[in-house]
């Protein structure tokens, strides 16, 4: 009990060591190891790196640039939709391999430099200037997947309906 008191002494003093002018380390008779601020027979002085402090600007000085903002919702307008073609909404289908091939498109085509990215259940999984994206072992079950146009810097510009479907894989229980 007494080396955790000792270590949790010795982080807290450490932690706080900008606090104070100089921290001591002891080791008495027993192999028990105490830190003090205060110098003792037999103690040595523990060097104590300085601590890096960050400090964050208030969340109300922290605003998207106005440029940036009437770029992405420029670039957003100039597409009438995104949407997944296949699989179909409510669909339920067989995948051995759990891999299931999302064909997408957009009204008008895709501008240059501009990706489609697909998400399942909230996470993306693929992206692709072309139509389709395969996603490799889906697991068995009921998701949902999204399609989104994402411009050459990762910034989403659209976003489409998502879709729901039902994947069955084999198991070793039926």
Known sequence: MNIRLGIFVGIFLIGAAPALAEVYRNVDAQGNVTFSDEPSDGAEEVKVKPVTTV???KPADVQEPERLRRQVEEEGAAYDSVRIIAPNDDEAFHS????????????????????????????????????????RNVFRGTHNAGVNIIDEKGVQVKSGESIRFTIHRPSVNN
């Open 55 to 57: 400090t964050l600007p």
């Open 96 to 135: 051995g391999s759990g891999d299931v091939a999302f064909r997408v498109a957009s009204e008008p085509a895709l501008k240059r430099g501009h990706r489609y990215e697909v998400t399942l259940d909230g996470q993306p999984v693929g992206q692709t200037a072309s139509d389709t994206v395969t996603v």
